[in-house]
C-alpha cells in the first residue's frame, strides 16, 4: 500500500528555489529532467519509503535527485514526510533537519 507524502513548508521552499535557480541559469530540457526525475524518485519514496539510504543519528533517509540536489524525509507513521531539498554544494554544516 503506497505511503502518503507531505511535503513540509520547507521542502516547498526549498524545491522551489531550485526550480527558479534552474530557471535563471539553465535551460528548460534541464528543468524538465530534474522535474521528471523528482517525480520518479518520489514515486519510489511512495511505493517503498525504506529503499534510500537511513541515518539513525537524524531519524531521516536521504535519496539523490541528480548529482547536485539530495531529498531527505522521513518516515512519520504511515506518511512520508518531505523535509528539505537540499543543494549538495552548500556547506553541509549548514544542514539542519
Avoid: C, H
Avoid at 17 to 24: E, P
Amino acid at each position: 500500500m503506497p505511503y502518503p507524502i507531505i511535503w513540509s513548508p520547507r521542502s516547498k521552499i526549498t524545491y522551489y528555489n531550485i526550480l527558479q535557480y534552474l530557471v535563471a541559469s539553465w535551460s528548460q530540457k534541464e528543468i524538465d529532467s530534474f522535474i521528471d526525475r523528482t517525480e520518479r524518485v518520489l514515486s519510489l519514496v511512495k511505493n517503498n519509503p525504506f529503499l534510500y539510504t537511513y541515518s539513525k543519528t537524524s531519524d531521516t533517509f536521504k535519496s539523490v535527485i541528480i548529482k547536485q540536489v539530495t531529498l531527505f524525509y522521513r518516515i512519520k507513521g504511515k506518511e512520508v514526510e518531505l523535509l528539505i531539498f537540499w543543494d549538495s554544494r552548500q556547506n553541509p554544516y549548514k544542514l539542519k533537519l
